[in-house]
């Protein structure tokens, strides 16, 4: 009686132990709720709110402004004050001092006064002016490269904000992927199960050794296994996707946006490398820096011609500020390099070699995108195609395991070709999700090849 009692006590403790699952999923914790839904187009919208990257463009862009501003400066006046105090016994300085502030007396010429005068102190307060009135055009050039700086600027952000949009994207269909991944590994696992409990009974009838029982849980430990890596692959893919979209911690995530069958790309080659051609921002921007390196070949030219300022200064003495005197002085002051050692001249070469630099740069640059934008439209159109044949496959694989699972339990197929039917449905259906990732990917990277990539991208 008492060695019943412990069999249904053991009975009972595998049959709460079965109750529960041997693995929690990634939405299972207890203690962390379910996260809010999260579509492809929310993340790309916080990515370009929040990834850093963009906030750096952006400052960029402030500081560029900021140059511009600066470099239309120069038509203006230029007007500083200064504040100052001296006080000394140098006999030049003191006679002039006393001038400045307009108390000479008769005794001051007296040349004992003159040769060892008292010790004087002066304040002066003095406003400056300068204004440029030519010097050979640098200030407009100026102005007009600072304008192309802040046009490139605006297309460097545009690019980052496509890269960041790229990524983002792949990010995102890198994690619903690894999710896809984990739904397989658990439905594999389940129908692994449920054919052990087909086996079990078959080895319990006698028409099954127990080779077959042990290899197929050898084959459930090996799913478990897998399942385990899923699940880590999935929070390797939650942290890059929190990275792109500019969080610093772990938060969980909930993809919705799923892998489905997007269009097919249209078009041809050709076509889509003319339009990389007139939509790169990096074409674009090279444009304007070659323009910017054209100015600054005129502006090294510049430095031949004479410069004429305008200048006035208007100033206040006073020895206690109980009395002063003030003066003032306007003139224009012409300035004409006669040498510079050559310093001009070479200023003007390096800005040639400058710009023929930049010419080969956007030669090279036009070469390597119309690589990208080939290697991109072929990988899209093998991915797309992929697509088709995976799915059969993976139709095939289902039906194929449905067959053999039939043929095994009347006795007429071995466990080796059924543990081979499970893991060629399980292989067939993770690459189907795989060929719809792909093709995700390289839609993206065709997209982002061609410049035309967007937020609404999807």
């Not at 963009?54 to 006046?77: E, H």
């Not at 003319?274 to 070659?290: D, G, H, M, Q, Y």
């Not at 800005?351 to 119309?370: D, F, H, M, W, Y």
């Not at 990988?379 to 694989?397: E, H, L, N, W």
Request: hydrophobic share 40%; with cysteine.
């Amino acid at each position: 009686m008492k060695t019943i009692r412990m069999h249904l006590y053991f009975l009972l403790f595998i049959a709460v132990f079965l109750s529960f699952p041997l693995f929690p999923t990634f939405a299972e914790d207890q203690n962390i709720p379910f996260p809010e839904p999260l579509s492809m187009s929310e993340a790309i919208h916080i990515a370009l709110e929040q990834n850093p990257e963009i906030k750096a463009a952006r400052f960029q862009m402030d500081a560029v402004k900021s140059n511009t501003t600066k470099a239309r400066s120069g038509f203006y006046p230029q007007l500083n004050f200064s504040q100052s105090f001296n006080r000394t016994t140098n006999p030049m300085w003191a006679f002039g001092t006393k001038l400045n502030q307009a108390s000479i007396t008769q005794g001051d010429f007296d040349p004992t006064r003159l040769n060892d005068p008292d010790a004087i102190n002066n304040f002066t307060s003095n406003f400056s002016v300068s204004w440029s009135v030519f010097e050979g055009g640098r200030t407009k050039l100026g102005l007009e490269q600072a304008k192309q700086h802040l046009s490139a600027a605006s297309l460097a952000l545009e690019r980052t904000r496509q890269n960041i949009i790229s990524q983002t994207a792949k990010a995102y269909v890198g994690l619903v992927l690894a999710q896809k991944n984990i739904m397989v590994t658990k439905e594999a696992l389940e129908t692994s199960k449920a054919n052990l409990k087909m086996i079990q009974s078959r080895y319990n009838s006698g028409f099954v050794v127990k080779s077959d029982l042990l290899r197929a849980h050898v084959h459930i430990a090996d799913l478990e296994q897998q399942w385990l890596l899923s699940e880590s692959q999935f929070k390797i893919r939650e942290a890059m996707l929190n990275t792109s979209m500019g969080s610093g911690t772990a938060n969980p995530l909930n993809p919705v946006t799923p892998l489905s069958i997007s269009s097919e790309i249209s078009g041809t080659i050709d076509n889509w490398i003319v339009t990389a051609l007139s939509k790169r921002p990096e074409i674009k921007n090279l444009r304007f820096e070659k323009e910017i390196a054209k100015k600054e070949v005129e502006k090294s030219r510049a430095g031949h011609y004479p410069d004429l300022n305008l200048v006035g200064n208007y100033e206040i003495n006073s020895e206690d500020f109980s009395d002063s005197a003030d003066n003032y002085t306007i003139g224009a002051v012409m300035q004409v390099n006669l040498f510079s050692g050559n310093r001009i001249t070479e200023e003007t070469k390096a800005a040639k070699s400058l710009l023929r630099r930049v010419e080969e740069i956007q030669k090279s640059t036009e070469l390597g995108i119309k690589v990208q934008v080939r290697e991109a439209f072929l990988k899209a159109k093998c991915a797309r195609k992929r697509i088709g044949v995976a799915k059969t496959a993976a139709d095939q694989a289902e039906e194929g395991l449905r067959i053999v699972k039939n043929r095994y339990n009347n006795g007429l197929l071995t466990i080796v070709d059924l543990l081979d039917a499970e893991l060629a449905h399980q292989q067939a259906r993770t690459n189907y999700f795989k060929a719809l990732h792909d093709y995700k990917v390289a839609r993206v990277d065709l997209e982002l090849a061609a410049g035309i990539i967007d937020k609404d991208f999807q």
